[in-house]
């Protein structure tokens, strides 16, 4: 009697997938691209919006 046996991804399969993905996202973050100065911007963006928020609710509880 003949076994069919199938075996499944190996690990080095795996492994090169997620080492190409890695290095596609880690070309976008520090190539040329805007990318890396959008998630910058939003970044600032962000604290400066939770700053004033935290200084307007401060200043209104106080006040």
Known sequence: MKRNS???QSILEY???LGAVIAVIVA???G???IK???NATYSATGTALETT?????GGIFQ
Do not use: F
């Not at 935290?54 to 401060?58: G, I, Q, R």
């Open 6 to 8: 199938k075996s499944g």
């Open 15 to 17: 492994t090169l997938v």
């Open 28 to 30: 976008v973050l520090l």
């Open 32 to 34: 040329p691209s805007g």
């Open 37 to 39: 100065d959008k998630i």
């Open 54 to 58: 935290s200084a307007d609710l401060t």
